[in-house]
T-cell receptor, first 113, second 113 residues
Framework: GNSVTQMEGPVTLSEEAFLTINCTYT??????LFWYVQYPGEGLQLLLK?????DKGSNKGFEATYRKETTSFHLEKGSVQVSDSAVYFC????????????FGKGITLSVRP | GAGVSQSPSNKVTEKGKDVELRCDPI?????LYWYRQSLGQGLEFLIY????????KSGLPSDRFSAERTGGSVSTLTIQRTQQEDSAVYLC???????????FGPGTRLTVT
């Protein structure tokens, strides 16, 4: 079945540091890949997505590239801000009748001023 | 425009009681999903509705859980004879099929005492 594995957290960084959050997946076929973010006290929001191999999703300075050869979708940002403190979830969606999302466990990012 | 709304935002109930959780999807979104977010299990898929098709109930954890969607819009998730392990945040999402983008509500935090 489908599964998503995220690196263990939490992660604490200083402002302006470089961020990488690892995500690997197992799926049949050709899934779409997503990063969702949950800011404190708020609901889940779509951060970025990629629908096919070698696609790069980007938003708010975050990027992730769909790597089929390594089954990965790592999230990166060159310079984090305090406002990026949140929980980040990697997810996949297979094509088919039920387009449910399969999520990773999530990782908490805290950015210090 | 209006996003996905859920009610109540918080619900505390005694073990053994029944609860109903409500979701109002974004107008025009024909696909509706319920997920559960708990500390030990992360985000789990529960049930999926698409238009007038039979719902995909493959994620419901037991027969105490049921859901319906009336008129292709509002959905209600019902948990009968609640147990302490049902304590979690219940999230609803809606989408336009084929886009892959699910929009989440703020969730209902259920606490079973």
């Amino acid at each position: 079945g489908n599964s998503v594995t995220q690196m263990e957290g939490p992660v604490t960084l200083s402002e302006e540091a470089f961020l990488t959050i690892n995500c690997t997946y197992t799926a049949t076929g050709y899934p779409s890949l997503f990063w969702y973010v949950q800011y404190p006290g708020e609901g889940l929001q779509l951060l970025l997505k990629a629908t096919k191999a070698d696609d790069k999703g980007s938003n708010k300075g975050f990027e992730a590239t769909y790597r089929k050869e390594t089954t990965s979708f790592h999230l990166e940002k060159g310079s984090v801000q305090v406002s990026d403190s949140a929980v980040y979830f990697c997810a996949l969606r297979n094509t088919g009748a039920n387009s449910k999302l399969t999520f990773g466990k999530g990782i908490t990012l805290s950015v210090r001023p | 425009g209006a996003g996905v709304s859920q009610s109540p935002s918080n619900k505390v109930t005694e073990k053994g009681k029944d609860v109903e959780l409500r979701c109002d999807p974004i107008s025009g979104h024909t696909a509706l999903y319920w997920y559960r977010q708990s500390l030990g299990q992360g985000l789990e898929f529960l049930i999926y509705f698409q238009g007038n098709s039979a719902p995909d109930k493959s994620g419901l954890p037991s027969d105490r859980f049921s859901a319906e969607r009336t008129g292709g819009s509002v959905s209600t998730l019902t948990i009968q004879r609640t147990q302490q392990e049902d304590s979690a945040v219940y999230l609803c999402a809606s989408s336009v099929p084929g886009t892959g983008e699910q929009y989440f509500g703020p969730g209902t935090r259920l606490t079973v005492t």
